[in-house]
């Protein structure tokens, strides 16, 4: 992506330039539909440039890495893991630049035809949701943290209605 923006800051105007690239390759796998593995790695590249004012140019890299498995037990059970890494190497003393945020939950499917289903889940096992962002516009940098909600469980229910009769 490339942005081009006309900006006036503390008496000075002039344009920012910012280009940026982002790449991602994901890998899934499947087994006798039984297990399910799903992999990806993700880097975004960003540099800004400044036109008729003497800012310094300003570039950054973040990455992130991902895998979610699913996996169908006998007895109507199933299992779904879902992690995911993100770093982010520019931000401010004191801010945290990588995260680990990993879900885990069981379901049991139940009734005629595995419509219903009872799944307890854990958010965020680890207790780091906390993400980190770097933004560069003007002539400023902003750095930001945001704190998720921590770890916590959730109880559900599902129902699937399979079939919708027409009168």
């Known amino acids: 992506t490339y942005w081009h923006n006309y900006?006036?800051?503390?008496g000075q105007s002039g344009y920012q330039n910012t280009n940026s690239i982002n790449l991602r390759q994901e890998i899934s796998l499947s087994y006798n539909n039984?297990?399910?593995?799903?992999?990806?790695?993700?880097?975004?590249?960003?540099?800004?440039?400044?036109?008729l004012?003497?800012?310094?140019?300003?570039?950054?890299t973040t990455q992130a890495a991902s895998i979610a498995a699913y996996l169908r037990l006998p007895d109507r059970y199933s299992?779904?893991?879902?992690?995911?890494?993100?770093?982010?190497?520019?931000?401010?003393?004191?801010?945290?630049?990588?995260?680990?945020?990993l879900s885990v939950s069981i379901a049991r499917r139940m009734?005629?035809?595995d419509r219903g289903e009872f799944r307890i889940?854990?958010?965020?096992?680890?207790?780091?949701?906390?993400?980190?962002?770097?933004?560069?516009s003007e002539n400023m940098i902003e750095d930001t943290q945001y704190q998720i909600l921590r770890r916590y469980f959730l109880f559900s229910y599902f129902y699937r209605f399979n079939d919708f009769k027409k009168k």
């Not at 299992?79 to 945020?101: A, E, I, T």
């Open 79 to 101: 299992w779904d893991v879902n992690y995911v890494y993100r770093y982010n190497p520019l931000v401010s003393p004191g801010f945290q630049r990588n995260s680990n945020l």
């Open 121 to 136: 889940t854990c958010y965020d096992l680890l207790n780091e949701g906390i993400t980190s962002s770097h933004y560069a």
């Open 7 to 10: 900006f006036e800051a503390n």
């Open 53 to 60: 004012v003497n800012l310094p140019n300003n570039g950054y």
């Open 111 to 113: 009734l005629k035809g």
């Open 34 to 51: 039984v297990l399910d593995v799903k992999s990806a790695y993700n880097i975004n590249y960003a540099l800004t440039r400044y036109q």
